[in-house]
T-cell receptor
Framework: EAGVTQFPSHSVIEKGQTVTLRCDPI?????LYWYRRVMGKEIKFLLH????????ESGMPNNRFLAERTGGTYSTLKVQPAELEDSGVYFC??????????????FGSGTRLTVV | TQLLEQSPQFLSIQEGENLTVYCNSS?????LQWYRQEPGEGPVLLVT???GGEVKKLKRLTFQFGDARKDSSLHITAAQPGDTGLYLC????????????WGAGTKLIIKP
């Protein structure tokens, strides 16, 4: 079974530009999550989709971040305009059911975003 | 906001030695997961502990969840160079099964 796929793996953009990250979850996984790790800090939750619906977006830093999951398949995370503090590694994870506390998550390899 | 303090942040030991990594919180978690992350990859789930006092073993790795479900430990016996990596603990918030609170990670280096 294919794992969670993220691309690009790396992105370097200038402050003020727009970047779109993509995540393809494991086929059949209705639950999709975005997490972020800023340099030197712990991984933090951004948001959670169940199919195409946003179940929880309480972790989104501000309105410069927009996540979508059209058709309940892949998801995109757009940052517009990017700021220096947005630099970090963005992880996507999926799970077959929302009770990831028992079954755990499958993570993608992440997108390393550098804003200069 | 619940915090999960993980220690030590960095550990470098010789092959064959034993080690323990700790994750502590003042809050109660519904479960706690341990992940291992390699450079350039995402975290990979090792184990989930759910019940207070639960102990799980994965070959030379022993995971324990505290009785009060506020803390957890990972013990590695006779560490091998292949155990080198970043170990992360993550607690599931009591009322939000899908959100994880993460520790900062322990970077482990096992020298041959």
């Amino acid at each position: 079974e294919a794992g969670v796929t993220q691309f690009p793996s790396h992105s370097v953009i200038e402050k003020g530009q727009t970047v779109t990250l993509r995540c393809d979850p494991i086929s059949g996984h209705d639950n999709l999550y975005w997490y972020r790790r800023v340099m030197g800090k712990e991984i933090k939750f951004l948001l959670h989709f169940v199919k195409e619906s946003k179940q929880d977006e309480s972790g989104m830093p501000n309105n410069r971040f927009l996540a979508e999951r059209t058709g309940g398949t892949y998801s995109t995370l757009k940052v517009q305009p990017a700021e220096l503090e947005d630099s970090g590694v963005y992880f996507c994870a999926s799970s077959q059911e929302s009770r990831a506390r028992v079954y755990g998550y499958t993570f993608g390899s992440g997108t390393r975003l550098t804003v200069v | 906001t619940q915090l999960l303090e993980q220690s030590p942040q960095f550990l470098s030991i010789q092959e064959g030695e034993n080690l323990t990594v700790y994750c502590n919180s003042s809050s109660v978690f519904s479960s706690l997961q341990w992940y291992r992350q390699e450079p350039g990859e995402g975290p990979v789930l090792l184990v989930t502990v759910v019940t207070g006092g639960e102990v799980k073993k994965l070959k030379r790795l022993t995971f324990q969840f505290g009785d009060a479900r506020k803390d957890s430990s990972l013990h590695i016996t006779a560490a091998q160079p292949g155990d080198t990596g970043l170990y992360l603990c993550a607690g599931a918030e009591r009322d939000s099964n899908y959100q994880l609170i993460w520790g900062a990670g322990t970077k482990l280096i096992i020298k041959p």
